[in-house]
């Protein structure tokens, strides 16, 4: 079942299109099935159960945090953590770039915006967004590497909304390209998708989708 499921979603998505499987929840049996059918990129959205996983699984999974982190648990992931997804903050990247440096490793961050129509999401305004891309200290973290942004849709049936939310992240991804990145290559991403949504993401730009219950099933 799950290599049909990833195998149907793969053929749906261009090769730029980086999928994360996403499988919080589910045991590590369910990824080494996933993993058996050749996906290495796996998303966790919590701390804890990414560590437990890891360590039992093999070496070669790029293991994705797609879930909010709080400042004082950045130290267990930032040994083998590929990408931290949703970075809400300065302090929050200072710390990811002291662990990296602990670790003697460089950890790709994607900068979280706010663009649902709804309180509860995390991520920043495009002047918060500014804030940091703006600041002095960020010269200086020489151990983490800005990829790119990530955002999350509004939850609705309303097509036009959730199109016009991701549109609106591909037009900030733009601006940020332009003034802050033009020439650093590694700026190039736009984590944006889901089960429900990634097939209006792709056609609004997106290069990451996350996708979980597509293929592992529902979540309880
Ligand atoms: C759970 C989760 C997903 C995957 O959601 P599905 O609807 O199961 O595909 C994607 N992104 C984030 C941030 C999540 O927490």
Known sequence: MIKENLNEILADIPENVTLVAVSKTKPASEIEEAYAAGQRVFGENKVQEMVEKEAVLPRDIQWHLIG???????????????????????????????????????IKCMLQMHIADEESKFGMKFDELMEVLNSNELVEMQNVSIIGLMGMAT??????????????LEGDFNVIKSHFFKF?????????????????????????????????????
């Open 155 to 168: 939850f609705t049936d309303n097509e036009e909304q959730v199109r016009e939310e991701f549109c609106n």
């Open 184 to 220: 650093n290559d590694n700026f190039k991403h736009l984590s944006m998708g889901m089960s429900g949504d990634y097939k209006l993401a792709i056609e609004e730009g997106s290069t990451m989708v996350r996708i979980g219950s597509s293929i592992f099933g529902g979540r309880n």
């Open 68 to 106: 909010h982190v709080q400042t004082n648990k950045v130290k267990y992931i930032a040994p083998f953590v590929s990408v931290i997804h949703a970075v809400d903050s300065l302090k929050l990247l200072s710390e990811i770039n002291k662990q990296a440096k602990k670790n003697n490793r460089t």
